[in-house]
């Protein structure tokens, strides 16, 4: 059973090109979750989908970003007219129940130059 | 605002040597979260801790929670290298779905032989 699975792995971008983070959840999962993690800090929720669903999107920054959760195919975090503060990992998390502990994937770092 | 607050935030051991890391949370919580990080990997789940009082052991860390005192610990015993790693205690917002998890800081621990 594969886990949480995440790609690009590492992503380099130039300041106003567009990011796009891929995350497959585990099999069976349909909550799934969206953390950054800057250098030398804990995880920061961003948004929570379901199937086709934002259930709460409150960690999101206002302008530039959004995430999808289709009904085919994987979630996807994106970043337009990405800045150097947008330098980060981005973990994807997938549960199959509330009360179950996140899985979390191996992240994507990504850099902007 | 739910707040989230580890201490230490670094800690370096002997091996042999026991110690406990402190998560104390500003709201009413009855779900928290202990991760594991190695650098540059994802998070692992470590313990689940539903409820008032609840003890979970693994291995050489064992984790309670008191919701009365919002309080978690991890408690190292008998330190090995292998345990060296960032260690995280999350809690959930408490929302009615999802789990949205507020992290700390991180407790960077390193265990020298």
């Known amino acids: 059973n594969a886990g949480v699975m995440q790609n690009p792995r590492h992503l380099v971008r130039r300041r106003g090109q567009e990011a796009r983070l891929r995350c497959s959840p585990m099999?069976?999962?349909?909550?799934v979750y969206w953390y950054r993690q800057l250098p030398e800090e804990g995880l920061k929720f961003m948004v929570y989908?379901?199937?086709?669903?934002?259930?709460?999107e409150s960690g999101m920054p206002k302008e530039r970003f959004s995430a999808e959760f289709p009904k085919e195919g994987p979630s996807i975090l994106r970043i337009q007219q990405v800045v150097r503060g947008d330098s980060a990992a981005y973990f994807c998390?997938?549960?199959?129940?509330?009360?179950?502990?996140?899985?979390f994937g191996e992240g994507s770092r990504l850099t902007v130059l | 605002e739910l707040k989230v607050e580890q201490n230490p935030l670094f800690l370096s051991m002997q091996e042999g040597k026991n110690y406990t890391i402190y998560c104390n949370y500003s709201?009413?919580?009855?779900?928290l979260y202990w991760y594991r990080q190695d650098p540059g990997k994802s998070l692992e789940s470590l313990f689940v801790?539903?409820?008032?009082?609840a003890v979970k052991q693994e291995g050489r860390l064992m984790a309670s929670l008191d919701t009365k005192a919002r309080l978690s610990t991890l408690h190292i015993t008998a330190a090995v290298h292998d345990l060296s790693a960032t260690y995280f205690c999350?809690?959930?917002?408490?929302?009615?779905?999802?789990?949205?998890?507020?992290f700390g800081e991180g407790t960077q621990l390193t265990v020298n032989p």
């Open positions: 801790l539903l409820s008032n009082g």
């Open positions: 709201t009413t919580s009855d779900r």
């Open positions: 999350a809690v959930d917002r408490g929302e009615t779905s999802g789990s949205r998890l507020t």
């Open positions: 998390a997938s549960s199959r129940r509330m009360t179950e502990a996140l899985f």
């Open positions: 989908l379901q199937k086709e669903n934002i259930i709460d």
């Open positions: 099999k069976g999962h349909s909550h």
